[in-house]
C-alpha cells in the first residue's frame, strides 16, 4: 500500500523519497569489491594466491557454457516431453524430472559421473569398436560437464514446461486452425511466446550453474574452487585463497546479475505501465 506524504511545496505525493528507493545494497557490494581487489592488488600473499587461482577462471567459463548449452537441449526435451500425449515418453521424462530432483547434487555428481557416464560410455564404445572400429573418448573435465547438465537439466525442463503451459491454450488452438501440425504450432507459436517467461529463470540457473562448478572441484576438475583448495594445501595460505577464490565468483554472479537484469528490463519493456 501507498503512503502519501507532503512534500516542501506542500503537495501531497505517494512517491517515495530518493533515500529510501536507492539501492544501497549496490553501493555497499561496490564497496566491498574494491577493498577486496585492494587487498588482492596491496598484498604479495594476496597477489600469489591470485596468480595461482586465476588460471581456473577459463575452466570454470567453459564448464558453465558448455553445462548450460547441452542442460538447455535436455531440458527441451524433458519439458516438452512431460506434455507428451505419448503415455511412454511422458512418464519417462517425468521420472528424469522427478529421480534428479529428488537427490542432493553432490552424490549425484558423484553418482552420474562415476558410474552412469562411464557405463554408457562403454556400451556405445561396443557399438562402436564392433561397426567402425572407433571409441568415444570423454575427458574427465567433459565427464564432470556433462553430469552439471544432467543434474541442471531436470531443473530446466520444470521451466520450459511451466513458460509452455503459461501460454493461454487460445494460442495453440489458433495455431491448430491455420493447418499447423502439433509440432509446428508449439515450435512456430507456443515456444517463441513462452521465452519471454523462460529467459529470465534460465539466467538465473546459468549463474546457479556457474556457482556449481564448484562442486567439479570434488572430481579433480582444476576450476577455480580446485585450484584455491591445492594452492591453501601447499601454502597453509588458507585465507588468501579463499578469499581470492569468493573475490573471483563475486565479480562473475554480480556481473551476470547486471547483464540479467538488463536483458529482462528490455524484454518487459512494452509491458510498463500494466497493472
Do not use: C, H
Not at 558448455?66 to 542442460?71: D, K, M, P, R, V
Not at 516431453?81 to 552424490?107: D, W
Not at 574427465?140 to 511451466?162: H, K
Amino acid at each position: 500500500m501507498s503512503e502519501f506524504r507532503s512534500t516542501p511545496d506542500g503537495r501531497i505525493t505517494d512517491e517515495r523519497p530518493w533515500w529510501d528507493v536507492f539501492p544501497w545494497w549496490s553501493l555497499i557490494i561496490v564497496t566491498l569489491l574494491a577493498w577486496m581487489g585492494w587487498q588482492i592488488i596491496d598484498s604479495p600473499d594476496y597477489r600469489l594466491a591470485w596468480e595461482r587461482i586465476i588460471p581456473g577462471l577459463a575452466l570454470t567459463l567453459q564448464s558453465t557454457v558448455y553445462a548450460f548449452g547441452i542442460s538447455l537441449f535436455i531440458a527441451l526435451l524433458a519439458g516438452t516431453g512431460q506434455m507428451s500425449r505419448n503415455v511412454v515418453i511422458r512418464n519417462l521424462a517425468r521420472t528424469y524430472v522427478e529421480f534428479v530432483r529428488g537427490i542432493p547434487m553432490l552424490p549425484l555428481i558423484f553418482t552420474v559421473a562415476l558410474i552412469v557416464v562411464p557405463e554408457l560410455t562403454e556400451l556405445l564404445n561396443a557399438r562402436l569398436t564392433k561397426w567402425f572400429d572407433w571409441e568415444f573418448k570423454l575427458s574427465f573435465q567433459m565427464r564432470a560437464t556433462v553430469t552439471l547438465a544432467v543434474i541442471y537439466g531436470a531443473y530446466m525442463a520444470e521451466i520450459f514446461r511451466g513458460g509452455i503451459q503459461s501460454i493461454p491454450p487460445g494460442q495453440s488452438e489458433a495455431g491448430r486452425s491455420l493447418g499447423l501440425s502439433r509440432r509446428q504450432t508449439m515450435k512456430s507459436v507456443v515456444l517463441p511466446q513462452a521465452m519471454r517467461a523462460i529467459i529470465p529463470p534460465m539466467g538465473n540457473d546459468f549463474i546457479a550453474i556457474l556457482k556449481d562448478t564448484s562442486l567439479l572441484s570434488v572430481l579433480g576438475a582444476l576450476e577455480i574452487t580446485q585450484r584455491a583448495r591445492q594452492f591453501s594445501a601447499s601454502t597453509f595460505k588458507f585465507r588468501e585463497g579463499y578469499f581470492v577464490s569468493a573475490f573471483i565468483y563475486l565479480v562473475l554472479t554480480l556481473s551476470l546479475s547486471v547483464l540479467l537484469g538488463v536483458l529482462e528490463r528490455r524484454m518487459t519493456r512494452d509491458r510498463e505501465g500494466e497493472r
